[in-house]
């Protein structure tokens, strides 16, 4: 009877095909249902990944054998009211009518939908991490043929720094293929792998090549560089997308 009450509200807060509701919905909201009576067991449920930005991403296992079948992706501020909702519940009923407008509003309304709608892309997008000092700034990644060529900015904050960018980097697209570094550069040093004198206060131009990239690659899954600043160090990149020249 709980599940009923629960499917029934989140039928009424989507407007969707009957088909949509009955098989996709039906299985969300037994999947909250779940997490929310007993969230000590979520890993059953649901496959989370928390990104760098503090956001997640969450699919749901609703597939045969707990295979992953549809995801949403939450921001930081999305993901933490899942949390506090999950823990501080006291009542899964409760639990479940918060935490259904977060999930849903994240939800693709239908398949058929998202085929005939225009992916609109947010630019001016950078990503950045800092390590020991350095600010390291991804601005963009663009397909040539088939090399993707990166550009970064980097920036020595506290002192002057020598900055390595090696050739063991790394990138995954979409399908988890992997692609191998072809050159690097800092500055005015180009090789496999560079090394520069950053000094404090300055933007440092830099790039990072990767070969035998495919034409179905369209999204950097992650990208693994390989940096040093007196000790090899890796730092990731995530859902960077692939830009066509």
């Known amino acids: 009877m709980r599940f009923y009450k629960l499917f029934f509200v989140l039928t009424a807060a989507l407007t969707c095909t ?55 992706t939450l921001n930081k501020s999305e993901w933490s009211n899942v949390i506090k909702t999950v823990e501080d519940s006291k009542d899964y009923r409760e639990c479940a009518k918060k935490l259904m407008p977060i999930v849903l509003k994240s939800l693709p309304q239908t398949q058929e939908a998202e085929k005939k709608t225009k992916k609109r892309v947010l630019g001016g997008i950078s990503w950045q991490r800092y390590v020991d000092g350095v600010n390291i700034k991804l601005k963009s990644c663009v397909r040539k043929g088939e090399t993707v060529e990166c550009q970064l900015q980097l920036r020595a904050e506290d002192k002057d720094i020598h900055f390595g960018l090696f050739s063991y980097s790394v990138i995954f697209d979409q399908r988890g293929h992997s692609f191998e570094t072809s050159q690097t550069g800092i500055a005015d040093k180009l090789g496999r792998n560079t090394s520069k004198l950053l000094i404090k206060g300055i933007d440092t131009n830099a790039f990072i090549r990767f070969s035998g990239v495919t034409p179905n690659s369209k999204l950097i899954s992650m990208m693994r560089l390989s940096v040093a600043t007196g000790s090899s160090k890796t730092v990731e990149f995530r859902d960077v997308k692939i830009n066509i020249e």
């Open 18 to 72: 009957s088909s949509y509701a009955s098989d996709f919905l039906d299985s969300v909201a037994k999947n909250i249902q779940a997490v929310c009576d007993k969230p000590e067991n979520a890993g059953s449920h649901w496959d989370i990944s928390v990104m760098a930005d503090g956001g997640a991403k969450l699919g749901f296992k609703i597939g045969a054998g707990g295979k992953v079948d549809g995801k949403v």
